[in-house]
């Protein structure tokens, strides 16, 4: 009987994060330390150029390049 319950809750768990992470599959974010300003971190994504600054030292969340944001 836990077999089965476990089994659901495991698919559940990989189907949330797989959702959680299509947002940001094509980018691959890199940290830039020379381009730091007090302000934030300096990101850039290393598969289409995209270039910003994170308040909260954590990379975006979601993809930043116009063309990609609909998928």
Request: glycine residues 4%; positive net charge.
């Amino acid at each position: 009987m836990i077999l089965p319950i476990l089994g659901i809750l495991v698919l559940i768990w990989m189907f949330f994060t797989f959702k959680a992470r299509q947002r940001t599959r094509y980018c691959r974010w890199r940290e830039n330390h020379s381009r730091d300003t007090p302000e934030g971190r300096y990101f850039i994504c290393m598969t289409c150029g995209t270039e910003t600054f994170s308040d909260n030292n954590m990379p975006p969340q979601i993809c930043l390049k116009p063309d990609r944001t609909s998928t």
